[in-house]
């Protein structure tokens, strides 16, 4: 007998034994869409965009096989266990400049996991029809296909969010599911600190489906229980951080660690938001859409455990995007990567319905036609033959040739990846906003004269910062300027004494566009490269050489000229 207010079972919600064997035609088709789906992911692995955040991480990985550890040697305000995971891989391909793509290609298993998870999840609520397609709709998502092509922990951390629902969803709770959880769960936070919002929509996502268990039914749980499952989670969560903490404070760089991953992350003034109007109303509509899909669950025509967890299933990401929305200071696109494959476990089965109930016919392959409309929408956001790694390829081939290994080279977030820098923190977001309230220092300036820094890039830099390097480097090749400065121009006077000030000591030369001008430099002729201490200097030209720059040495000798065209530059979004 059908109970008043019982919502109707449709297929997208039966259970796995409720439908026929799929038909092999359509298992076909949805392999042929994922096949598709990868071969394209291997274009986009190569031609894909290169954010800003990718050599950053790189640049930490770099630090590993350089026996450089991060928080100390190199600055990172991540956790550690992506970056050293990676480092073999690193290591194994060697020095090249295109390192970050086959970077790139060493997260797809990570990729293919994270699908395989949203598989065996489907798996165990839906029929195999739903459970496939739901699959396959998820692997399509644009913004997290896209996404997770980037070098990144979140990929990892979206693996490791998927492993936890697995454990959590897939049967009957019990301390070994919880302890099992609790470990996924550590391995998380070892991963990215933003755990600390998995942990609270986890939270949030439990008590919503005790209530759903309660509203469908069921007898409340015993608190034995719950204090078991509890003792069970806290067991595992604090293996692996454990561990983690454990080697660092045997290095003795616990300090270290705690100001880069949790101080340096922490925003003076942050909790304002969390209470903020904007914020109250974030949680507000969360709250009306939460109240709405329990009230659904609680009356699908499942059996009441099942309810339980496909609320969990439901408000867990959910929850995740209304904590993240209402209380992260800083909103990127990759907070939202672990998002759309959880959330699609509830939203593509819906949609399935949803497409039933319009075309009225079990033939009509509407998952297939979704999905496609998902690849199209893939290929119109960024084609995948268009290369656009080029410019920051070239960063690296350009930083390779004009140093050497034991040069620093000042760039803003690692981007030159194989080189150290000299400044301690990068200039990130946190970083940006700490420097503007005066809670970090500017110390760039003096950092490129002490270390005798030759390259540099103006990216991102302080205002400060950004003078010195324009008015003690000149632009040499795309976003990279060496030492230098120019001396004269075409409109000089002939003859007329050039002085100027070396604010950064090295080994200098003169150029102009015939080649090595004549003249003297601090009153001996001029016959090539020599060291220029800091402090005022003279050149005096001999008849008219035109425009003639201070540089480098090194640079020339390495086939640069200041004279040579250079690439217009341009500021991306992920710049």
């Known amino acids: 007998m059908k109970h008043r207010g019982e919502i109707p079972e449709v297929e997208s919600l039966d259970t796995p034994q409720a439908e026929e064997k799929l038909p092999v035609a359509e298992r076909w088709l949805a392999l042929a869409l994922l096949g598709c789906g990868l071969i394209l992911?291997?274009?986009?692995?190569?031609?894909?965009?290169?954010?800003?955040?990718?050599?950053?991480?790189?640049?930490?990985?770099?630090?590993?096989?350089?026996?450089?550890?991060?928080?100390?040697?190199?600055?990172?305000?991540?956790?550690?266990?992506?970056?050293?995971?990676?480092?073999?891989?690193f290591h194994l391909l060697g020095v090249r400049a295109d390192i970050l793509l086959p970077m790139r290609a060493g997260e797809l298993p990570l990729f293919v996991l994270t699908i395989f998870c949203v598989w065996k999840?489907?798996?165990?609520?839906?029929?195999?029809?739903?459970?496939?397609?739901?699959?396959?709709?998820?692997?399509?998502?644009?913004?997290?296909?896209l996404n997770s092509i980037e070098f990144r922990p979140d990929q990892l951390?979206?693996?490791?969010?998927?492993?936890?629902?697995?454990?959590?969803?897939?049967?009957?709770?019990?301390?070994?599911?919880?302890?099992?959880?609790?470990?996924?769960?550590?391995?998380?936070?070892?991963?990215?600190?933003?755990?600390?919002?998995?942990?609270?929509?986890?939270?949030?996502?439990?008590?919503?489906?005790?209530?759903?268990?309660?509203?469908?039914?069921?007898?409340?749980?015993?608190?034995?229980?719950?204090?078991?499952?509890?003792g069970a989670w806290l067991a595992g969560v604090v293996i692996i951080p454990g561990l983690v903490v454990l080697y660092f404070h045997h290095l003795g760089m616990?300090?270290?660690?705690?100001?880069?991953?949790?101080?340096?992350?922490?925003?003076?003034?942050?909790?304002?938001?969390?209470?903020?109007?904007?914020?109250?109303?974030?949680?507000?509509?969360?709250?009306?859409?939460?109240?709405?899909?329990?009230?659904?669950?609680?009356?699908?025509?499942?059996?009441?455990?099942?309810?339980?967890?496909?609320?969990?299933?439901?408000?867990?990401?959910?929850?995740?995007?209304?904590?993240?929305?209402?209380?992260?200071?800083?909103?990127?696109?990759?907070?939202?990567?672990?998002?759309?494959?959880?959330?699609?476990?509830?939203?593509?089965?819906?949609?399935?319905?949803?497409?039933?109930?319009?075309?009225?016919s079990d033939r009509f392959p509407s998952g297939a036609v979704l999905a496609a409309a998902e690849l199209v929408g893939i290929l119109v956001t960024v084609s995948p033959f268009h290369d656009q790694t080029v410019d920051k390829i070239g960063i690296i081939?350009?930083?390779?040739?004009?140093?050497?290994?034991?040069?620093?080279?000042?760039?803003?977030?690692?981007?030159?990846?194989?080189?150290?820098?000299p400044y301690r923190f990068v200039i990130e977001s946190m970083t940006k906003h700490r420097l503007d309230k005066g809670i970090i220092k500017d110390t760039i300036p003096r950092e490129l004269v002490e270390k005798r820094v030759p390259l540099a890039t103006t990216m991102r830099m302080p205002?400060?910062?950004?003078?010195?390097?324009?008015?003690?480097?000149v632009p040499i090749a795309f976003r990279l300027f060496v030492l230098g400065k120019v001396l004269r121009d075409h409109k000089s006077p002939v003859g007329a004494p050039c002085e100027f000030m070396v604010q950064v000591p090295a080994r200098y030369t003169l150029a102009a566009a015939a080649g090595v001008p004549a003249g003297q430099l601090d009153g001996t002729p001029f016959a090539g490269p020599r060291d220029l201490a800091i402090g005022k200097h003279t050149y005096v030209p001999e008849g008219d050489p035109g425009k003639v720059v201070l540089i480098w040495a090194s640079a020339l000798e390495r086939g640069y000229s200041p004279f040579a065209k250079i690439k217009k530059d341009y500021k991306s979004p992920q710049d």
């Open 41 to 89: 992911r291997i274009l986009y692995i190569w031609h894909y965009r290169i954010d800003s955040d990718e050599p950053q991480h790189l640049h930490v990985v770099w630090g590993w096989t350089q026996g450089l550890l991060p928080y100390r040697d190199v600055f990172d305000n991540h956790s550690p266990l992506f970056q050293a995971l990676y480092a073999p891989l």
């Open 121 to 145: 999840i489907a798996r165990a609520f839906y029929s195999p029809r739903i459970a496939l397609w739901t699959t396959v709709l998820a692997a399509f998502v644009p913004p997290f296909y």
């Open 157 to 230: 951390w979206s693996l490791v969010w998927m492993l936890i629902l697995l454990a959590l969803t897939t049967g009957p709770i019990t301390a070994k599911r919880m302890w099992l959880a609790g470990l996924l769960c550590g391995l998380s936070f070892s991963v990215s600190m933003k755990t600390s919002l998995f942990l609270a929509a986890f939270v949030e996502a439990l008590i919503g489906a005790l209530i759903v268990r309660w509203a469908a039914g069921g007898l409340p749980l015993r608190w034995p229980q719950v204090l078991r499952w509890a």
């Open 254 to 360: 616990l300090e270290d660690m705690r100001y880069c991953m949790i101080t340096h992350n922490v925003l003076p003034g942050a909790s304002a938001r969390l209470f903020g109007s904007g914020a109250i109303k974030t949680w507000l509509k969360g709250a009306v859409v939460a109240v709405a899909a329990g009230y659904v669950i609680a009356h699908l025509k499942q059996p009441i455990p099942v309810r339980a967890r496909l609320a969990f299933l439901f408000f867990a990401p959910f929850l995740y995007l209304t904590t993240l929305v209402a209380s992260w200071p800083v909103l990127t696109s990759e907070d939202y990567l672990p998002f759309y494959p959880a959330m699609m476990l509830s939203v593509a089965p819906a949609l399935l319905w949803l497409a039933r109930l319009c075309v009225r």
């Open 397 to 421: 081939a350009d930083t390779l040739r004009l140093t050497d290994p034991g040069d620093y080279v000042m760039d803003s977030k690692g981007e030159t990846i194989y080189r150290r820098r």
């Open 463 to 473: 205002h400060h910062a950004r003078d010195f390097i324009k008015k003690n480097y």
